[in-house]
Nanobody
Framework: VQLQAYGGGLVQAGGSLRVSCAAS????????MAWFRQAPGKERDFVAA????????RYADSVKGRFTISRDNAKNMLYLQMDTLKPEDTALYYC????????????????????WGQGTLVTVSS
């Protein structure tokens, strides 16, 4: 499967933004998917994950209550709704997928995901 993230941009602190991930070459209902982000000079960190069933999600503590991961299997799309954005949310946001089944903490481990898209840049100004 090929993944393409888009929808990033510049937003003021406290604002909202939704980034999207379009999948091709495979149907996302066969994949567990997630969002990771990488700030300048830092490692790529887990943000949110959603199981293929759509019934289970997991979030990093830093975004819990502010970000929402969702998917539209019919459109082959993954989304990340980001509310109450903070300057520390500034990063390249990557969508990722894997055919393996993750459980709990496993869904937040970068190495458990095989397919990666290019990132989309989100910049939050103070």
């Amino acid at each position: 499967v090929q993944l393409q993230a888009y929808g990033g941009g510049l937003v003021q602190a406290g604002g909202s933004l939704r980034v999207s991930c379009a999948a091709s070459g495979g149907t996302i209902n066969n994949y567990d998917m997630a969002w990771f982000r990488q700030a300048p000079g830092k490692e790529r960190d887990f943000v949110a994950a959603g199981r293929r069933s759509g019934s289970s999600t997991r979030y990093a503590d830093s975004v819990k209550g502010r970000f929402t991961i969702s998917r539209d299997n019919a459109k082959n799309m993954l989304y990340l709704q980001m509310d109450t954005l903070k300057p520390e949310d500034t990063a390249l946001y990557y969508c990722t997928a894997d055919t393996g089944y993750c459980t709990g903490y496993e869904c937040s481990i970068l190495q458990n995901y095989k397919f990666w898209g290019q990132g989309t840049l989100v910049t939050v100004s103070s």
